[in-house]
């Protein structure tokens, strides 16, 4: 099945700092989601990112489908952003089956 | 929020006994998934459905089955459980076939088998 390869699996960050997350993936899909599960491990869906870039509030994503790779950006980080943030894919079958990373934990320090 | 629910949120039980989780949503949704959370593995696809009486096994499927007689309910049950099934069970719906075919889950299930 495909990979799916998130990095870093650890971030610390100050208040206020950016960062990116990577997630990479070994073969062609046509579906990819970005995930935070919040420390109480509720689990919110960020994007629906097949490709292009997508922006929410300090948000954002991008995907490049032809290098398989996607990004989160987070800018002006804060407390409330700690969590995990899994990135899924699906390869393209018709019943929109996830494949998840192992997910890039982020603490974010006040 | 999409109206999930799930029941029992937490559970203890000894192995060999048989366990019953429930998803239930109120949408209507056609797709429903049953993911287990583990450290180190993300989430991970054990069995999902596309429609009443229609299931199919996801990648860790063994020891598990489940059932959907009406769309509002999947059922996800371990008819012997072990200690290799204490996990965080997840529930999720899509609306399939929309333009933004995004996944929805429930408050999960903490399950702590003896």
């Known amino acids: 099945g495909i990979q799916v390869e998130q990095s870093p699996p650890d971030l610390i960050l100050q208040e206020g700092a950016n960062s990116t997350l990577r997630c990479n993936f070994s073969?062609?899909?046509?579906?990819l989601q970005w995930f935070h599960q919040n420390p109480w491990g509720q689990l919110i869906n960020l994007f629906y990112?097949?490709?292009g870039t997508k922006q929410n509030g300090r948000l954002s994503a991008t995907t490049v489908a032809t290098e398989r790779y996607s990004l989160l950006y987070i800018s002006s980080s804060q407390t409330t952003d700690s969590g995990v943030y899994f990135c899924?894919?699906?390869?393209?079958?018709?019943?929109?089956?996830?494949?998840f990373g192992a997910g890039t934990t982020v603490t974010v320090r006040a | 929020d999409a109206g999930i629910t799930q029941s029992p949120r937490h559970k203890v039980t000894e192995t060999g006994t048989p366990v019953t989780l429930r998803c239930h949503q109120t949408?209507?949704?056609?797709?429903m998934y049953w993911y287990r959370q583990d450290p180190g593995h993300g989430l991970r696809l054990i069995h999902y459905?596309?429609?009443?009486?229609?299931?199919d096994k996801g990648e860790v499927s063994d020891g598990y089955s489940v059932s959907r007689s009406k769309t509002e309910d999947f059922l996800l049950t371990l008819e012997s459980a072990t200690s290799s099934q204490t996990s965080v069970y997840f529930c999720?719906?899509?609306?399939?076939?929309?333009?933004?075919?995004?996944?929805?889950f429930g408050p999960g299930t903490r399950l702590l088998v003896l």
């Open positions: 999720a719906i899509s609306e399939g076939g929309s333009p933004q075919e995004t996944q929805y």
């Open positions: 899924a894919v699906e390869q393209g079958s018709n019943d929109y089956k996830l494949s």
């Open positions: 949408e209507n949704h056609r797709y």
């Open positions: 073969d062609s899909v046509n579906n």
């Open positions: 990112i097949p490709s």
């Open positions: 459905s596309y429609g009443v009486k229609d299931t």
